[in-house]
């Protein structure tokens, strides 16, 4: 008996040494060099697009009502702040809106059309197909049913983005490893369960892709609905824009593009971007080692 | 899961708790019908550790399938008593759960609570040595490791049977000794059978208490060699090596037959 537990041991460690051998992993870098090394380059970049419009301003190109340099236009974003960012809000509040309904009609179609042959043969080229019409053609079609309401808009949303998020979700169930599958029945995850322990979380990477590019789609729906659904009452900044346009005003106009673009860069990398590699990091589908 | 257990026959009580009674499985239809299978017979008893070895195409992956109830015999029948496991040859570990999450959902999957799924899944990872890695996640762990986890997952199911589809093909040989101790270890600790497929002959010699050698399309057994070596055993015994070099020479016939067609 003795040999046995001493030989047990030996095998414990062993392993144990084997172990710490294959499982070291180099150290990520600090949070502060992480984020100096994403920022500097944005910033860079910036930059050199300010410096681009700069001279584009002093080659005259068009007089400089249509075309204001920087130093007309950043002093005025300045002054109309709290006038754009009231927009802003409402503009926000109508993203957030017309992007959960998205969310919850793209992945109650995607899980549809994923697990069914025959919906899949009839609507899986349809979702693809309606992600190549641009959304901004749906727009006089909505202002016919809903009339000038945030319905509208709303409605022009979900029809932009829903079909990314359904798209992402459906290729996510596709690829899933089949072993993976064999894993979960061997397991006895079978019907709900299957599809919430397994077939859900496995899809989750590609399903994230689906939600931000679906963002992207959801932002230009919108800006193109508010630029001609004009609500009144309601000012979003894509009719402060249009407004602004109108009294022949290209410098509100420009200050507004700024923020759209900021706003659109800014969800797309802090809140989907991040979102994406965390889970990405988890499922150890990104290798810190090769620096991607 | 319902459909499966009525394909298996319950046995009477002394009887073997896994038998393959005179298989067929047959893929596709009559005009390209492949047989996998045929007229297979095979009886495991309890506690017993028996190897399948056979080269490509001897239907191993179909044999344990039927066994695990993931197919169905065209002939023949297949009874198990009590609950299998299945491992892979790749440790199939849920990449997005952590080592304890992995355990842990197998033991959800039973319908077990919350509180006893952690002592559970902490007893199960200790006994393959793994407590302190319970929180890493597979892509953080080792091949060798995935597989203990796997094999620990295996054991949350509670099985009485544990089918093993070449789990440690993937593996280098230093990382294979060391799991070939460690399952030895485990078997003798618990009450399972074990069911486990390999191309590897010293492997099935170093492991089984009978290696039966199956031969290719169709899969047939062509010969049982009980293997009466002391335990434990290592890969480099004499014995073993004998043992190995006398079952290769079989093995080779068989293979051989297919070159003269």
Redesign the interface.
Known sequence: MAT?DL??RS??T???G??AL??M?APRPSLHSRVWSAVWPKCLAAGIAVLLWQIVVWSHFRPDYVIPGPAKVFPRLYDDFGTIMDAVGITMWRAVQGFALAILIGTAVGALVAHNRVLRSGFGSLVTGLMTMPSVAWVPLAIGIFQLSDATIRFVVVIGAAPSIANGLISGIDNIQP??R??G??????GW?AFR??TL??A?PAFVGGLKQGWAFAWRSLLAAELIALIPGKLGIGQLMENDRQFTDYTGVICIMIVILIIGIVVDEAIFGNANRWIRR???LIDDAAGA | MIELHEARVASAPGAAPVRVDNVVKVYGHAGNAVPALDRVSLSIGRGEFVCLLGASGCGKSTLLNLLAGLDRPTQGSVAVDGRTSLLFQEAALFPWLTARGNVELALKLRGIGRRERRTRASDLLGLVNLAEFDRKRPHELSGGMRQRVALARALAQDADVLLMDEPFGALDAMTRDLLHDELERLWQETALTVVFVTHNVREAVRLGDRVVLLSSRPGRVAAEFPVDLPRPRRIEDHAVADLAASITTRLREEVARHGDA
């Open positions: 046995l030989r047990e095998l414990r062993e392993l144990a084997l172990d294959e499982s992993v072993v993976i064999r894993a029945r061997v397991l006895g995850a079978h369960s322990h397994v979380p496995a989750l988890r499922y150890g």
